[in-house]
Protein backbone atom coordinates (compact mmCIF):
# COMPACT_ATOMS: atom_id res chain seq x y z
CA UNK A 1 0.00 0.00 0.00
CA UNK A 2 1.48 3.10 -1.07
CA UNK A 3 0.68 6.64 1.02
CA UNK A 4 1.18 10.17 -0.03
CA UNK A 5 3.15 12.68 1.53
CA UNK A 6 0.31 14.56 2.52
CA UNK A 7 -1.73 11.84 3.70
CA UNK A 8 1.55 11.47 6.40
CA UNK A 9 1.38 14.57 7.50
CA UNK A 10 -2.63 14.63 7.95
CA UNK A 11 -2.06 11.66 9.82
CA UNK A 12 0.99 13.04 11.91
CA UNK A 13 -1.10 16.70 12.42
CA UNK A 14 -4.32 14.39 13.74
CA UNK A 15 -2.13 12.58 16.42
CA UNK A 16 -0.37 15.90 17.44
CA UNK A 17 -4.12 17.01 18.08
CA UNK A 18 -4.95 14.14 19.54
CA UNK A 19 -1.66 14.48 21.72
CA UNK A 20 -2.92 18.17 22.95
CA UNK A 21 -6.14 17.54 23.61
CA UNK A 22 -5.09 14.96 26.27
CA UNK A 23 -2.06 17.40 27.15
CA UNK A 24 -1.37 17.03 30.63
CA UNK A 25 -0.34 19.49 33.35
CA UNK A 26 2.05 21.91 31.87
CA UNK A 27 6.29 21.55 32.44
CA UNK A 28 7.35 22.92 36.24
CA UNK A 29 3.78 24.09 36.95
CA UNK A 30 4.58 23.74 40.93
CA UNK A 31 7.50 26.15 40.83
CA UNK A 32 5.81 28.75 38.62
CA UNK A 33 2.80 28.47 40.91
CA UNK A 34 4.61 29.07 43.80
CA UNK A 35 3.62 25.70 45.34
CA UNK A 36 7.54 25.09 46.01
CA UNK A 37 10.95 26.66 46.02
CA UNK A 38 13.86 24.54 45.45
CA UNK A 39 16.90 25.95 46.15
CA UNK A 40 20.33 26.05 44.80
CA UNK A 41 22.71 23.12 46.28
CA UNK A 42 25.62 24.56 48.68
CA UNK A 43 26.34 24.46 51.99
CA UNK A 44 24.26 23.69 54.77
CA UNK A 45 24.02 26.24 58.16
CA UNK A 46 25.75 26.13 61.83
CA UNK A 47 22.31 24.82 62.69
CA UNK A 48 21.79 21.77 60.40
CA UNK A 49 21.15 18.43 62.32
CA UNK A 50 21.50 15.17 60.83
CA UNK A 51 18.90 13.43 63.58
CA UNK A 52 16.06 16.44 62.66
CA UNK A 53 16.46 15.64 58.93
CA UNK A 54 16.25 11.70 59.53
CA UNK A 55 13.21 12.89 61.80
CA UNK A 56 11.60 15.27 59.13
CA UNK A 57 12.08 12.28 56.55
CA UNK A 58 10.18 9.97 58.92
CA UNK A 59 7.03 12.45 59.35
CA UNK A 60 7.02 12.40 55.73
CA UNK A 61 7.40 8.99 55.61
CA UNK A 62 4.62 8.34 58.40
CA UNK A 63 1.91 10.70 56.60
CA UNK A 64 2.10 8.06 53.72
CA UNK A 65 1.95 5.10 56.10
CA UNK A 66 -0.74 5.93 58.15
CA UNK A 67 -3.17 6.91 55.17
CA UNK A 68 -2.60 3.81 53.84
CA UNK A 69 -3.12 1.69 56.82
CA UNK A 70 -5.99 4.16 57.96
CA UNK A 71 -4.65 5.33 60.97
CA UNK A 72 -6.58 8.48 62.23
CA UNK A 73 -4.33 8.75 65.75
CA UNK A 74 -1.05 8.58 63.71
CA UNK A 75 -2.22 11.27 61.21
CA UNK A 76 -3.49 13.60 63.96
CA UNK A 77 -0.27 13.24 65.74
CA UNK A 78 1.58 14.28 62.58
CA UNK A 79 0.14 18.18 62.74
CA UNK A 80 0.49 21.05 64.91
CA UNK A 81 -2.62 22.74 66.94
CA UNK A 82 -2.96 25.12 64.12
CA UNK A 83 -1.53 23.75 60.97
CA UNK A 84 -3.14 24.14 57.75
CA UNK A 85 -4.09 21.61 55.38
CA UNK A 86 -4.40 22.35 51.27
CA UNK A 87 -5.30 20.20 48.51
CA UNK A 88 -4.73 21.66 44.56
CA UNK A 89 -4.56 20.54 41.10
CA UNK A 90 -1.65 21.44 39.61
CA UNK A 91 -1.24 25.02 41.19
CA UNK A 92 -4.37 26.26 41.02
CA UNK A 93 -6.74 27.47 43.88
CA UNK A 94 -6.85 24.81 46.49
CA UNK A 95 -9.98 22.67 46.84
CA UNK A 96 -9.10 21.49 49.84
CA UNK A 97 -8.46 24.35 52.55
CA UNK A 98 -8.82 23.61 56.47
CA UNK A 99 -6.80 25.34 59.53
CA UNK A 100 -6.36 23.56 62.70
CA UNK A 101 -5.55 20.11 63.72
CA UNK A 102 -9.34 18.70 64.83
CA UNK A 103 -10.38 20.13 61.00
CA UNK A 104 -7.64 18.24 59.72
CA UNK A 105 -8.17 15.21 60.96
CA UNK A 106 -12.08 15.32 60.37
CA UNK A 107 -11.10 16.26 56.74
CA UNK A 108 -8.61 13.65 55.77
CA UNK A 109 -10.52 10.44 57.78
CA UNK A 110 -13.57 11.44 55.92
CA UNK A 111 -11.60 11.35 52.35
CA UNK A 112 -10.18 7.59 53.50
CA UNK A 113 -13.70 6.33 54.53
CA UNK A 114 -15.14 7.09 50.79
CA UNK A 115 -12.46 6.34 49.03
CA UNK A 116 -12.73 2.91 51.13
CA UNK A 117 -9.77 1.11 48.57
CA UNK A 118 -6.05 0.38 49.64
CA UNK A 119 -3.55 2.71 48.63
CA UNK A 120 -0.10 2.75 48.88
CA UNK A 121 2.02 6.06 49.28
CA UNK A 122 5.36 5.92 47.41
CA UNK A 123 7.14 8.94 48.79
CA UNK A 124 10.68 9.81 47.13
CA UNK A 125 12.62 12.77 46.27
CA UNK A 126 12.70 14.03 49.87
CA UNK A 127 14.46 17.82 50.15
CA UNK A 128 14.78 19.68 53.10
CA UNK A 129 15.71 23.29 53.22
CA UNK A 130 16.01 26.45 55.47
CA UNK A 131 16.75 23.99 58.16
CA UNK A 132 17.71 25.51 62.43
CA UNK A 133 16.50 24.43 64.98
CA UNK A 134 13.01 24.23 65.31
CA UNK A 135 11.89 24.72 62.02
CA UNK A 136 12.32 23.90 58.41
CA UNK A 137 10.86 23.49 55.02
CA UNK A 138 10.16 20.18 53.09
CA UNK A 139 9.72 19.31 49.21
CA UNK A 140 8.57 15.53 47.92
CA UNK A 141 7.17 13.48 45.62
CA UNK A 142 4.90 10.46 45.73
CA UNK A 143 2.76 7.89 43.34
CA UNK A 144 0.26 6.63 44.97
CA UNK A 145 -0.78 3.54 43.68
CA UNK A 146 -4.06 1.01 43.71
CA UNK A 147 -2.70 -2.24 44.03
CA UNK A 148 -6.42 -3.84 43.03
CA UNK A 149 -6.24 -7.40 40.74
CA UNK A 150 -4.10 -5.15 38.31
CA UNK A 151 -2.39 -2.11 40.68
CA UNK A 152 -3.01 1.46 38.73
CA UNK A 153 -1.57 4.81 39.30
CA UNK A 154 -3.91 6.81 41.43
CA UNK A 155 -2.07 9.90 41.20
CA UNK A 156 1.17 11.82 41.44
CA UNK A 157 1.85 14.54 43.69
CA UNK A 158 4.22 17.23 44.73
CA UNK A 159 4.03 17.76 48.24
CA UNK A 160 5.38 21.09 50.04
CA UNK A 161 5.41 21.83 54.00
CA UNK A 162 6.23 24.01 56.80
CA UNK A 163 7.32 21.60 60.04
CA UNK A 164 8.23 22.47 63.02
CA UNK A 165 9.89 20.91 66.43
CA UNK A 166 8.33 21.12 69.56
CA UNK A 167 9.26 21.18 73.04
CA UNK A 168 9.70 17.25 73.14
CA UNK A 169 11.83 17.83 70.04
CA UNK A 170 9.17 16.11 67.66
CA UNK A 171 8.09 17.40 64.07
CA UNK A 172 5.17 17.90 63.08
CA UNK A 173 3.43 19.55 59.67
CA UNK A 174 2.74 23.34 60.52
CA UNK A 175 1.81 23.36 56.91
CA UNK A 176 1.18 21.07 54.17
CA UNK A 177 -0.20 21.22 50.92
CA UNK A 178 -0.94 18.66 48.37
CA UNK A 179 -0.18 19.17 44.84
CA UNK A 180 -1.35 16.95 42.54
CA UNK A 181 0.03 16.27 38.70
CA UNK A 182 -3.16 13.78 38.22
CA UNK A 183 -6.07 12.28 39.75
CA UNK A 184 -8.14 9.04 38.68
CA UNK A 185 -11.27 9.91 39.26
CA UNK A 186 -13.71 12.74 40.44
CA UNK A 187 -11.88 15.81 41.86
CA UNK A 188 -13.81 17.21 45.03
CA UNK A 189 -14.59 20.69 45.77
CA UNK A 190 -14.27 22.36 48.90
CA UNK A 191 -17.95 21.40 49.59
CA UNK A 192 -16.77 17.93 48.95
CA UNK A 193 -13.99 17.29 51.66
CA UNK A 194 -15.46 14.52 53.19
CA UNK A 195 -15.61 12.41 50.02
CA UNK A 196 -11.48 13.16 49.45
CA UNK A 197 -8.98 13.38 47.19
CA UNK A 198 -5.95 13.25 49.72
CA UNK A 199 -2.49 11.60 49.07
Not at 58 to 63: F, V
Not at 170 to 178: G, P, T
Request: proline share 4%.
Amino acid sequence: MRFSILSVLVVMSCAGMARMALAGPQRAWAHTSGLIHLEPNGPTGSSDNALDRLKIQELMARWGIAYDEGRGEVIKSLFTDDARFQVTLRGNAPIVSVTGREQIISNVTGAMNQQGDQRRHAITNTVIQDLTRTRATLIAYAIVVVPDDQPTVNSTVVYSADVEKDAAGVWRFKKLVIGMDAYVGTVPTQDQTSSGSHH
